[in-house]
C-alpha cells in the first residue's frame, strides 16, 4: 500500500494550505457564500424538523387517534418540505453562482499571466498543459469549492444535528446506535483508504492505455515504417491486461464494500428496531419515537458516506490547485520597474552596450559582449550563420528577453527602466515564425491598432503587396484565415504579418527573415514600398537577399553570437572573409535575379 | 507556422448520440456475452434474490410495529411481544446477510464479465488499427476518432459492468415495492402511486432540459479552450503588439459567456433534486394522512404505514436510477456500434498470398510509370517513372501538393500504386512481405512522431533489440546525445504525451538516432519544413549528413544543404517529374528547378 500512504501524505502536506487559498477566491462573494451558508442552515433545519412532525402524528393523531393532527401533520409536513425544497434551491443556484465566479477568476488570473509571461517562460511551457490547467484542472478545483466545501459543511450540520436529535428522543438507545454508526463510519473510511489508491491506479491505466491507442494512431506512420505492428499489439495488449486485471481486483473490493455499507446503514436500523422495540416494550419510547428514530439514523449515515467520499477527492482538488498556482506563481523575467517612465516618441538612437545573453543562468552565452549604435534612419542588416545569434539580437530590442550582462538604451533610455508598452508599441516586428489569428484578414492586420480604420488597413496592406490577393479573396478583408476558414500561403502570411507591423507606424522595424517565402516580384514592391518609410525609422533586418542586405546602411556579421565584422557592403566584401564566404555561399544566385 | 493546431486535451465525455440499429448492435454485444451465459444467469438471479430481499425488509420492520402496537394496546403479553420480536429481527437479520450477499454477488459477477469483454473488444480494436491501410486513416480526423474511441470503450464498460445490473435491480426494485405496497393496502398504495407519474414527468421534464444546458456548456468551455490555445500559441505576437488589455478583454468575455452558461445548467440541476424531495415527501405525507385515516377507522395496522413510509422513501431512488441509466445505454450503444463499425471496415492491406521475404538489400529502388490517388477524382501521381543506384541520395524537390510524400509513401509500401510498379532491386514491392521490407527500410517522417515511453525506448524503437549502448552510439551520431544528457534522467526521461517535454527540433534528433540505429538498407526521409531553433537546426543538419551517408537515400527535400548535397535531384511538378540532374546542373537550366530555387529556399538554412 505504498500508494496509499504517498496519497495520505499528499493530503497531509501543504494541502489544506492550498486548498485555503482557494477558499480565499470565496472572499469576493462573501455575500453570496453567506447566503449559500445562510439557506444550506434553514433547509438543513426543516429537513430534520420533519421526521418530529411525523413522530407526533403518529403518537397524538393515529394512537390517540385524534384526525385534526393527522390532517394538520400532514400539511405541516408538506409545507416544510416546500419550504425546505426551495432553500435548498437557493442554496444550489447561490452555491452554482459562487463555484462558477470562482472559476472565472481563476480563468482570468491565468490567461491574464499568461499573456505577460516573458518569453523565456513560453519557451519552456506548452500550450497543452497550461490549457489544461486552465480549463480542467480549473474545474476540478470549482467542483472542490462548489461541491466539495458545502458537502462537508451539510454533512456535518446533518450529522451533528441528527444525532443532537436522536440523543433528545431517547438517549439509551443513542448509546446503543453511536457504536454501529461509529463502525460504520470506520468501515467507510477504510473502504476509501484502501479503494482510493485502486482508482488511482486504474486511471492511470487507463491513461496509459489510452495513450498507446491515440499513438497508434497518430504514430500509426511510424508503426508501419519500422514494422513494428506485432510488437505494438503486444505492447497494448499488456497494457490491456494490466488495467483488466486491476480493475478485476478492485472490482472484489468494490463488489463486497459498496454493499457492506449499505448493510451497515441496515444493520442500524435493524438495531434500531430490535433495541428501541424494547425499549417501547418497556414503556420508554413510542412508536412515533421510534419512526423518527429511524429517519434521523438515516439522515446521520447518509452524510457520512458522503464525508468519506469527499476525503478522496481532496487530495485530487488540492493537486489540481497546485498546478495552478504553480502558473500564477511563476515569475516573469521582464518585469517593469516600479515607476518604470514612459517612454517618449523614439528619436530613433538605439545602441547596445557590451550585451552578453544567455538563455538560462550558468548555459552558454548565445551572444556575448556585442555592441553597435544604430542611428535614426538607418537600415541594419543582420547576417550569419545559422544559430550565429541574429534573431536572438531581435529579441532583445522590444525586451522579449532581457540581457544578461551590459545594457540596450533607447535615445538614453536604458530600456529596463521604461514600461513594457511604450517601448513595445513603438516597434514593429514581424518574426521568423509568423502566427496569425483565427479571425478575419482585417482583424489580423489590426491586432495591433484595433481602432484603425479601413483605409489605414488597406494602406498598410498594400505597403505590404498584400492588397491584391486579399482583395482576389471573394470576402476580401473579410476572409477568415486558419482551420476555419482559408488556408494561405507561406508568403501570403508573410505579406500580412507585414501589413500588420506596417498599420502600426512603429518608429523601429523588425523584420526578421520576413520574406523567405514571399516571391521575388512581390519582395521588390515591398522593398521599394519600404524605401520611403525607411528613411524615418530605424530599420533592422534578417534577410538572405543581397539586394537587402548591400542597401543597408550598416551589415553586421554574427559568428557564433559574437560580432566577426561591421560595415557597408563594400568595405565588408574588403575587409571581411566571412562576409565574402557568405557572400559567395549564400547569396550568389541573387545576382543572377 | 503553428499558430492555429495544438494538442487539444481530450476529455471523456458522454455525448448522447443515437444508434442507427440498435438491435443489430445489441445482437453483436449479446455476441461477446454469450460465452458467459451461465454466469450472467446466476447474476441475474442473485439480482433478483436481492431485490425481493431488500422489497420485503421493510414489511418485517413493519410487522415488528404491529408487534409493540399489539402490546401496547393490550392485546399481546410482554413475553409474547419479546418473542415474536426477537423472531421477527432475526429474519430481519437474515434478509439483510442475504441482500448483502446477493448484491456483492451479482455485483462481482457482473464486474469480471464486464471487464472481460471489454478487455477482448478493445484488443480487437486495436489488432484492427494496427492492421488497417493508411487509407482508413487519412479519411479519419485522428482526435475524432481517438476521443469517441476511448470514450466509446468507457462507455460501454460503465454499462456492462454497473449499469445493466444497476437498470435491471432498479426495475425490479420500482416493481418489487408496488407488488409490495398493492399487497399490503390496494387504496394506500393507490393513493401513495399518485406521486410516480409526477416523478416521472418531471425527472423526464428536468433530464432533457439539463442534457440541453450542459451540451451548452461544452460549446462555451470549448471556446474558452479554443480562445486560450490560440492566445497561447500567439502569445509572442501579443506581446510584441501589446495588444495583452485587449486579449485579457475579449477573454473575459467568452469566459463569462461560460459561466453564464454553466450557472444555467446548474440552476436546472438544483431544481431537480429539490423537486424530486418535495414529491418524496409529498408521498410520505399522503401515506401519513391517508394512511393515519385508515388505521383511525381499523382497516389497516400502523406497521403498514411505517413500511409504507420507508417504500414511498425509496420510490425516487429507481426511478432516477433508471432514467440516468438509460440515457447512458442509449450513448453505449452508439459506441458500440461505432467500434463494430470499425472492426467492419474493410479497408486494410495484406501481404500477397505468396509474398516472399526480401533477402538483404542492394538498395536499388525503381518506379515504373506509376500513377496514383488519394481520392479517386484527383490523381496525384501521373506516370512517375525513376531509378536509383545503391547508394545514391536522391532528393525530390517541389512544391508542396506537388506529389513528393506520396513518392515516399508508394516506396515504404504504406499504399500500393494503381498503375504501374514499384520494384525495390528489381522486384515488385507487392509480391514481397512488407515486414521483410520495412525492417530494411528506415523511415524519417515530417512530423516526428515520439511515444510516451523513454528516450531510450523510443530510439530503440529503430530496432528492438539493440542494447542500451547501441542506442547512446546512434544517439552520438545523431547528434542527440548531449542533449539527452541534460535532460533531467538523460536516457530514461519520459517523453511526455505527444513530445510535449521536447523541443520540435530535439523530437527531430531523436527520430534521426531512431532511424540510425535501425541502419536500414534504404533510408527514407521527408525533410520537416517547420524551422527550429537555430541552434537545433544546425544540430539536425550535421546529423543528417551522417545519416544518409553511404546509403541509398530519398529524400523529400527542403533544406538547401541537403538538396546541394544529393547525386540527383528530381523535381516533381503536379505529380510527374519534370527534371532530373545535380545542383549546378539545374541551377543552370533555368527551368522549374531554378524558380523554384529562387522562390523557396533562399530561406533554407
Partial sequence: MKRADTAVKNIKKGSFKILFRCIKYLLSYKYTAAGVLLSLLLSSAINLAIPKVMQIVIDRGITLRVPRIIILGSGLIIAFSLMGALFSFIQGYLATRVSHGVAFDLRNHIYEKVQHLSFSYHDRAQTGQLLTRATSDVDLVREFIGRGVIQLLNALIMMGGSIILLYNINWKLTFMVLPVMALAFLIFFLFARIISPFIKIIQEKLGLLNTRLQESITGIRVVKAFAREVFEEERFAKSNRDLRDINLRTGKYIASGMPLIFAMANISTLVVVWAGGYQVLANYLTIGELVAFMSYLMMSMFPMMILGMLLMTIAQAAACAERIFEVLDASSETVEKPGAARLPPIQGKLIFENVTFRYFKGTAPVLSRISFTALPGQTIALLGATGSGKSTVINLIPRFYDVSEGRITIDGYDIRDITLESLRRQIGIVLQEVILFGTTIRENIAYGKPEATDSEITAAARTAAAHPFIESFPQGYNTVVGERGVTLSGGQKQRIAIARALLVDPRILILDDSMSSVDFKAESKIRQALEDLRRERLCFVIAQRISTVRNADQIIVLDNGKIAAMGNHESLMAESPLYADIYYSQLKPETAG | ?605
Avoid: C
Avoid at chain 2, 546 to 575: F, W
Fill in chain 2, 1 to 605: 507556422m503553428s499558430g492555429f493546431a495544438m494538442g487539444r486535451h481530450h476529455q471523456i465525455k458522454i455525448e448522447p448520440t443515437r444508434a442507427k440499429n440498435p438491435v443489430y448492435t445489441l445482437k453483436r454485444i449479446a455476441g461477446y456475452l454469450k460465452p458467459f451465459g451461465s454466469r450472467l444467469l446466476l447474476a441475474g438471479l442473485l439480482a433478483i434474490a436481492q431485490t425481493l430481499l431488500a422489497v420485503s425488509a421493510p414489511i418485517l420492520i413493519g410487522r415488528a410495529v404491529d408487534i409493540l402496537w399489539a402490546f401496547l394496546n393490550g392485546s399481546l403479553i410482554l413475553s409474547q411481544a419479546g418473542y415474536s420480536l426477537n423472531r421477527t429481527m432475526l429474519l430481519l437479520f437474515i434478509v439483510y446477510a442475504g441482500s448483502w450477499a446477493a448484491s456483492a454477488g451479482s455485483f462481482y459477477i457482473m464486474v469480471i464479465v464486464g471487464q472481460k469483454v471489454l478487455f477482448t473488444l478493445r484488443s480487437q480494436v486495436f489488432g484492427k488499427i494496427e492492421s488497417l491501410s493508411l487509407r482508413f486513416f487519412d479519411k479519419q480526423e485522428t482526435g475524432d476518432m481517438m476521443s469517441r474511441m476511448t470514450n466509446d470503450t468507457e462507455v460501454i464498460n460503465r454499462v456492462l459492468s454497473r449499469g445493466i445490473t444497476r437498470f435491471a435491480s432498479s426495475i425490479l426494485t420500482l416493481a418489487g415495492i408496488l407488488i409490495a405496497m398493492l399487497t399490503l393496502n390496494l387504496s394506500l398504495a393507490l393513493v401513495s402511486f399518485s406521486i410516480l407519474p409526477l416523478m416521472i414527468i418531471s425527472t423526464l421534464f428536468f433530464s432533457k432540459r439539463v442534457r440541453r444546458a450542459y451540451r451548452r456548456t461544452r460549446k462555451t468551455i470549448g471556446q474558452v479552450s479554443a480562445e486560450l490555445e490560440e492566445n497561447i500559441s500567439g502569445v509572442r505576437v501579443a506581446q510584441a503588439f501589446s495588444r495583452q488589455r485587449e486579449n485579457i478583454a475579449g477573454f473575459r468575455e467568452v469566459n463569462k459567456a461560460n459561466r453564464e452558461a454553466n450557472i444555467d445548467a446548474e440552476t436546472i440541476t438544483a431544481a431537480f433534486s429539490p423537486t424530486l424531495d418535495v414529491l418524496s415527501v409529498i408521498g410520505t405525507a399522503l401515506v401519513l394522512g391517508y394512511g393515519g385515516y385508515l388505521a383511525l377507522h381499523g382497516l389497516i395496522t400502523v406497521g403498514i404505514i411505517v413500511a409504507f413510509l420507508q417504500y414511498v422513501r425509496r420510490f425516487f431512488q429507481p426511478v432516477r436510477a433508471i432514467s440516468h441509466i438509460w440515457s447512458n445505454m442509449q450513448s453505449a450503444i452508439a459506441g458500440a456500434e461505432r467500434i463494430f463499425e470499425l472492426l467492419e471496415d474493410p479497408l486494410f492491406l495484406a501481404d500477397a498470398d505468396n509474398a516472399k521475404d526480401l533477402s538483404r538489400l542492394e538498395g536499388k529502388i525503381e518506379f515504373k510509370n506509376v500513377f496514383f490517388s488519394y481520392d479517386r477524382d484527383v490523381p496525384v501521381l501521373k506516370g512517375v517513372s525513376l531509378i536509383t543506384e545503391p547508394g545514391q541520395t536522391i532528393a525530390l524537390v517541389g512544391p508542396t501538393g506537388a506529389g513528393k510524400t506520396t513518392i515516399i509513401n508508394l516506396i515504404a509500401r504504406f499504399y500500393d500504386a494503381e498503375k504501374g510498379s514499384v520494384l525495390i532491386d528489381g522486384r515488385d514491392v507487392r509480391n514481397v512481405t512488407r515486414r521483410s521490407l520495412r525492417s530494411q527500410m528506415g523511415i524519417v517522417l515530417q512530423d516526428t512522431f515520439l511515444f510516451s515511453d523513454t528516450v531510450m525506448e523510443n530510439i530503440r524503437y529503430g530496432r528492438l533489440d539493440a542494447d542500451d549502448e547501441a542506442v547512446k552510439d546512434a544517439a552520438s551520431l545523431a547528434n542527440a546525445h548531449a542533449f539527452i544528457m541534460k535532460l533531467p534522467e538523460a536516457y530514461h526521461t519520459k517523453v511526455m504525451e505527444g513530445g510535449s517535454n521536447l523541443s520540435r527540433g530535439q523530437g527531430q534528433l531523436l527520430s534521426i538516432a531512431r532511424a540510425v540505429l535501425a541502419d536500414p538498407r534504404i533510408l527514407i526521409l521527408d525533410e520537416a519544413t517547420s524551422s527550429v531553433d537555430t541552434q537545433t537546426e544546425k544540430l539536425i543538419q550535421q546529423a543528417l549528413v551522417k545519416l544518409l551517408k553511404g546509403r541509398t537515400s530519398i529524400v523529400a527535400a527542403h533544406r538547401l544543404s541537403t538538396i546541394r548535397r544529393a547525386d540527383v535531384i528530381l523535381v516533381v511538378k503536379e505529380g510527374m517529374i519534370v527534371e532530373r540532374g545535380n545542383h549546378e546542373e539545374l541551377l543552370n537550366k533555368q527551368g522549374t528547378y531554378y524558380s523554384i530555387y529562387k522562390s523557396q529556399f533562399r530561406a533554407a538554412k
